[in-house]
């Protein structure tokens, strides 16, 4: 895969980014070749990058994925997913679309906070995180995911994820769930790929939990 400038380390581009990641994680981790082994080939999962993730990630926040799509679709269908559009709204108009008080508070902080989407994918991982969850309603799971999956950052974890802390627990056999704390500094063994490793956690979760009837 193409190197990028040190600054931001490599960068997933397409399904062969992941498959390198993926084989250099089994011959640093012999259990991920555990993992791999039932999941198969794992998923690309790259996303745009720009406001309208982040808008769709507060409006995701603590309801189901049925509720999230259907007010999602609301919001798309009235072209209420810019920024621009967002800052021409009130607060009562946004509620109207479904969102609760405080999504349409966030939503408000979002679209006023004034990013520079594009500078973001020339940015340090770390300052990219640091100006987003400068933001109010964007919290650093959320900014973790942005980096993974919209900016394709190779090496990014996500810690503070329920299900990526399960999973460490089932493949790692450990007594209990990792905290994030722990689990941050269990992943910095999987860097330059942490971002291929969350998704080969992931995906195990998945496996795991379907065995199980939950997923």
């Known amino acids: 895969m193409a190197e990028c400038p040190s600054r931001i380390g490599r960068i997933i581009r397409g399904e062969a980014c992941v498959a390198e990641g993926a084989a250099w994680l089994v011959t640093c981790e012999p259990r991920f070749a555990v993992a791999l082994a039932q999941t198969g080939p794992l998923p690309l999962r790259l996303r745009e990058d720009g406001f309208g993730q982040l808008f769709s990630a507060i409006v995701s926040q603590q309801v189901s994925v049925a509720s999230a799509r259907a007010i999602w679709a609301k919001l798309e269908g ?25 999504k349409a508070t966030y939503a408000q902080a979002l679209a006023g906070a004034g990013i520079d989407f594009d500078g973001l994918r020339a940015m340090p991982t770390e300052e990219v995180i640091k100006t987003l969850v400068a933001v109010k309603g964007i919290g650093v799971w959320t900014a973790e995911i942005y980096v993974m999956f919209s900016l394709g950052r190779a090496d990014v974890f996500a810690p503070g994820d329920l299900a990526l802390q399960e999973a460490a627990r089932l493949l790692f056999d450990l007594p209990d769930r990792p905290k994030e704390k722990a689990l941050r500094q269990m992943a910095e063994a999987w860097s330059p790929w942490r971002s291929v490793a969350a998704r080969a956690l992931w995906a195990y979760y998945h496996v795991e939990k379907s065995r199980e009837g939950i997923a």
């Open 78 to 102: 009235a072209g209420m997913v810019t920024a621009e559009a967002i800052r021409a709204t009130d607060h009562d108009g946004l509620r109207a679309f479904g969102l609760s008080r405080q």
